[in-house]
């Protein structure tokens, strides 16, 4: 009947909104860490009147920009939004405040923010103003897309995404470390856009030794997102004529050594301008991994990119503290001396693991994620 079908249009309509919040709040991912980046949506009248997400740094949040391109448009207007608008005085005042000033009249949150500063109470504080409030559209995605922020909060480390680009025969590279093209150009670009996705981009001093990789994104007109560089290097070998340590006053190079790693080299790159972060030495990768992670996440990081070496990817899966991979799969192989994707772990390890499951494919030209 008519009455059903108007509700059936007005929830269509819900999930195109959020939909179009979601993919406003994706666009700052990456680069509003230590903050979550939320997207933010107000509708009046089946009209948008509003757009925004969360900016460069984490503030102002995705609320307030909306709102403000509203303007008075905003009175009696539904408000979608990817996170439950806070409720605390952080570093900006409370989003819930500036959406009850506005007059909004609706707010469809996709998902209540785990920090406990906020915790439901952003929602409480809305409806208390008389607000309808209506949680849990889209859950799922928002949950998937703010996955670094929820790590953060919960676990006190960031979402760790792993990539690896392998050989039909599952190598990553030519025997004795010659340079040998796995996959292409298609996904060097998206490689590079994952990069600018991700707050911070972690490779072993072994990769650093034999490649000298820049990490920075490279993709035109982005160079200003690039991720925060991290090395793992227990004794700090790390060459001073390095890409990465020459490109530290640029974009950032944090260098993570044992606390029993020499003080003047740690000077003397501190000088070259990179942080040096100290942990416990342990596990494979000679650096206790926990420990990394924790202290990234201190430092604000919640999205952290691992790409390689192999023996850094096997410890990060051996240690389980992988929530994503990006498996690429070039189509030439390499032969049977070329170096394992995950050392002496076997892929199948991840592959045919009950504890992951494929959430997307795609082709990249030969190529296949
Ligand atoms: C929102 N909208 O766009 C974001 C939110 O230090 P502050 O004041 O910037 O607050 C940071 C916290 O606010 C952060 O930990 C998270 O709980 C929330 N982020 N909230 O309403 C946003 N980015
Ligand atoms: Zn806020």
């Not at 949040?61 to 979608?80: C, I, S």
């Not at 406990?116 to 209506?134: K, Y």
Request: hydrophobic share 45%.
């Amino acid at each position: 009947d008519q009455f059903a079908q108007k509700a059936r249009e007005a929830k269509d309509a819900d999930l195109r909104f959020m939909q179009l919040a979601l993919a406003l709040g994706r666009r700052g991912q990456g680069r509003t860490w230590p903050n979550p980046a939320v997207g933010a949506v107000i509708v009046k009248d089946g009209v948008i009147v509003g757009r925004g997400w969360t900016q460069p740094g984490g503030r102002p949040h995705g609320e307030p920009e909306a709102l403000r391109r509203a303007g008075e448009a905003a009175r009696g207007a539904t408000l979608y939004v990817t996170l439950e608008p806070c409720s605390h005085f952080g570093k900006s005042p409370p989003c819930t405040d500036a959406v009850i000033a506005a007059g909004i009249k609706r707010v469809v949150a996709a998902i209540e923010d785990p920090n406990p500063e906020v915790a439901g109470q952003g929602h409480a504080r809305l409806r208390a103003a008389g607000i309808t409030v209506d949680v849990g559209l889209c859950a799922a995605e928002a949950a998937f897309d703010h996955a670094g922020h929820f790590r953060r909060i919960r676990d006190r480390r960031p979402h760790v995404i792993l990539k690896l680009a392998v050989s039909p025969d599952g190598k990553i590279g030519a025997a004795g470390g010659k340079p040998v093209a796995i996959t292409g150009e298609a996904v060097r670009d998206r490689v590079h856009l994952l990069r600018a996705q991700s707050d911070a981009i972690l490779v072993g001093i072994g990769t650093v030794l034999a490649d000298d990789p820049l990490l920075t994104c490279r993709l035109p007109g982005m160079a200003a997102r690039s991720p925060v560089r991290v090395v793992l290097d227990q004794s700090l070998r790390i060459p001073g004529a390095s890409k990465l340590v020459r490109t530290a006053r640029e974009t950032p190079l944090w260098v993570v050594s044992s606390d029993l790693a020499e003080a003047a080299a740690a000077t003397r790159l501190g000088a070259a301008g990179a942080q040096m972060l100290r942990v416990p030495p342990g596990g494979a990768a000679g650096l206790d991994l926990p420990a990394v992670l924790h202290a990234l996440a201190e430092k604000g990081i919640t999205r952290l990119m691992v790409e390689g070496g192999s023996r850094v990817a096997a410890s990060f899966v051996a240690a389980d503290l992988v929530d994503e991979i990006w498996l690429f799969r070039g189509a030439e192989e390499v032969g049977a001396d070329g170096v394992d994707a995950l050392d002496a772990l076997p892929l199948s390890k991840i592959t045919q693991s009950q504890a992951y499951k494929v959430h997307a494919s795609e082709t990249f030209g030969n190529d296949t994620l």
